[in-house]
C-alpha cells in the first residue's frame, strides 16, 4: 500500500468515523435538534424508537470498521453502514427535501466507499480461488 493510499484511508475513515459517532450518539440521546436527531426522522414519518437502533448500529459499525483484524466483520460493517446511509439519502428523496438535507448523508457515503475502497490489505477479506 502506498503512502498515498494510507492517508487517503485514514482520513477518510477517522472523517466516517467522527460522523457516524456524533449522529450515532444523538441519535441514542435522542436530541432535538442536528443530523439524525429527532426532529428529522419524525419529519421524515419515523416512529421515534428506531433511533436507538440507528445509534447502536452506527457506533457498533464503527467500532468493527476500526478495531484491527476480522476482515469479514469489516466487509458487513461497511455493508450494514452503507444501507443505513442509503436508506436516509432515500428517505430525504422521497419526502421532498432541499438538496441541503442530502449533504450530510451523501458525504457520509462518499466517505465510506473511500474507507472502503482504499483499506489496507490486512483488512480485506481474501477469497478462495474455487475455479479449480
Known sequence: MTKRNKIIYWISTLWLALGMTATGIGQL????????AADSITHLGYPMYILTMLGICKILGVVAVLIPKFPLLKEWAYAGLSF????????HVASGDSAK?????????????????????DRKVILANFSK
Open 101 to 121: 438535507e442530502f449533504f450530510g448523508p451523501v458525504l457520509l457515503l462518499v466517505l465510506i466507499g473511500l474507507s472502503w475502497y482504499f483499506r489496507p490489505d
Open 84 to 91: 443505513i446511509i442509503f436508506g436516509a439519502i432515500y428517505s
Open 29 to 36: 440521546l435522542k436530541m432535538k435538534e442536528g443530523s439524525g
